[in-house]
């Protein structure tokens, strides 16, 4: 009777902790999001705040980097992949994700060329309305408050978006501050050397970012606990804020 009751409370141990048997698999966008995500051209690997969030809480997890949208649906199907990084919570997501507490909030902003425009071209935020509006694909543009279908949403990379711009295809490019600033602060793009200048969008809140599972993942409950639980501990220990440090935000 003992040796069945020793087997019974095993069973139940090794089904409350499932997670952590097996290694989480995650992705961001291949576009790089930096500081939240990217690959350097030295290292090769993928780096970034949200990343080393990530591997505070799980043991070696897999991180890889994927088109955006091709990410989401991974993730959302379970195909592949657990765990989507650095993501908005919208009330489309809301249907199909889980959501971890906030790890960082981010500024909504915008990009505009110097030699396109003396002053700042956007005073309000109905401003936008009259401007040709740019974005990377797949990204959640919803603090722009206008039609997804009236902003320009094609190009994959940020490289791509800086041509639209220096070609007259965009007149603005949406995005957040601390991205522009990552893109600097890496020498991944030349937002710091005059050709360009970036604001903060007008009448706009800061942004939270979170951790997202699929509502069908047979584990989202617990793992979106253990997330939670990681953070919490990272807040009051201190490490999260290091993190933060570490990437000058």
Known sequence: MR????IFFCLLAFQAE????QAM????GDGNWPPMSYVASVSQHVEGLSVDVLRAIFPEPSVALRPWARCLHEVQTMEGYDIVMSVFRTPERDKVFLFSHSYLSLTPSYLYATARYAEPPVKTLADLSHLKVCALHGASTFYTRLPTT???SGATNYSSLIKKIDRGYCDVIVDMREV?????NQGMLPFNNGQYRIFPLPGTDKYPLHFGISRDHPQAAQLIDQIDRGLADMQKNGKLALIIAHYQL
């Open 3 to 6: 040796f069945f009751v020793i």
């Open 18 to 21: 499932p997670a952590r048997a």
């Open 25 to 28: 698999k995650a992705c961001g």
């Open 150 to 152: 009236t902003i320009e």
């Open 180 to 184: 522009f600033q990552g893109f600097s």
